[in-house]
């Protein structure tokens, strides 16, 4: 059973198509997030003092290079219908 209902913006599809060719697991480490969130989970660091529920979270880049330590960072904004958090 679903939660929480996960959309995207047309920029964040944009961006995501354009890192894809790139990097082809970043659809898979992202729709592991999806999950999560669907699941009701709240991943990542919550940004203080913003008024409603935003969440860092870095994903890992499985193709980087040993040393690189190059990963993503997505940032989640969490809005209810009721109010403005999750």
């Given at each position: 059973?679903k939660l929480?209902?996960?959309?995207?913006?047309d920029?964040?599809?944009?961006?995501?198509?354009?890192?894809d060719?790139?990097?082809p697991?970043?659809?898979?480490?992202?729709s592991?997030?999806v999950?999560?969130?669907?699941?009701?989970e709240?991943?990542?660091?919550k940004i203080p003092?913003?008024?409603y529920d935003v969440?860092?979270?870095?994903l890992?880049?499985?193709?980087r290079?040993?040393a690189s330590?190059v990963?993503?960072?997505?940032?989640i904004t969490c809005i209810s219908k009721?109010?403005?958090?999750?």
């Amino acid at each position: 059973m679903k939660l929480t209902k996960v959309t995207f913006s047309d920029l964040f599809i944009n961006q995501l198509d354009r890192l894809d060719r790139k990097y082809p697991l970043i659809e898979v480490v992202v729709s592991e997030l999806v999950e999560k969130l669907e699941a009701g989970e709240r991943p990542g660091d919550k940004i203080p003092n913003v008024g409603y529920d935003v969440y860092k979270e870095g994903l890992k880049n499985h193709l980087r290079i040993a040393a690189s330590g190059v990963g993503f960072v997505l940032f989640i904004t969490c809005i209810s219908k009721m109010k403005w958090s999750c």
